[in-house]
Nanobody, 125 residues
Framework: QLQLVESGGGLVQPGGSLRLSCAAS????????IGWFRQAPGKGREWVGC????????????DYADSVKGRFTISRDNAKDTVYLQMTSLKPEDTAVYRCAAGPDCAVLHVSPFWGQGTQVTVSS
């Protein structure tokens, strides 16, 4: 089986931090680009950011949506087959279900058929 599992969501106050994890099962995660997306009730899916696949020369380049740039950081731990989304300075508008997706390239992850189940992030005072 090939599976992605997100974890780390929860309730946090505005200005706080959370670290989400996207863990792979059944494949080597560093062979894939991993993107993070979020969806709030009544809204469409929003791209958050992406880390490209490791190629032996780099652990992957990252890119972020303007709404989270400077606050969110994506990183890899290849030994653990895990990609992280470190979220700081959280705002109420960051409240959403966060999901990760895997694919050959960041540019095609929005149509990837391979997604995790999602983890809820709620930012509220």
């Amino acid at each position: 089986q090939l599976q992605l599992v997100e974890s780390g969501g929860g309730l946090v106050q505005p200005g706080g931090s959370l670290r989400l994890s996207c863990a792979a099962s059944g494949f080597t995660l560093d062979d894939y680009a991993i993107g993070w997306f979020r969806q709030a009730p009544g809204k469409g899916r929003e791209w958050v950011g992406c880390i490209s696949r490791s190629d032996g020369r780099s652990d992957g380049n990252t890119d972020y949506a303007d709404s989270v740039k400077g606050r969110f950081t994506i990183s890899r731990d290849n030994a653990k087959d895990t990609v992280y989304l470190q979220m700081t300075s959280l705002k109420p508008e960051d409240t959403a279900v966060y999901r990760c997706a895997a694919g050959p390239d960041c540019a095609v992850l929005h149509v990837s058929p391979f997604w995790g189940q999602g983890t809820q992030v709620t930012v509220s005072s």
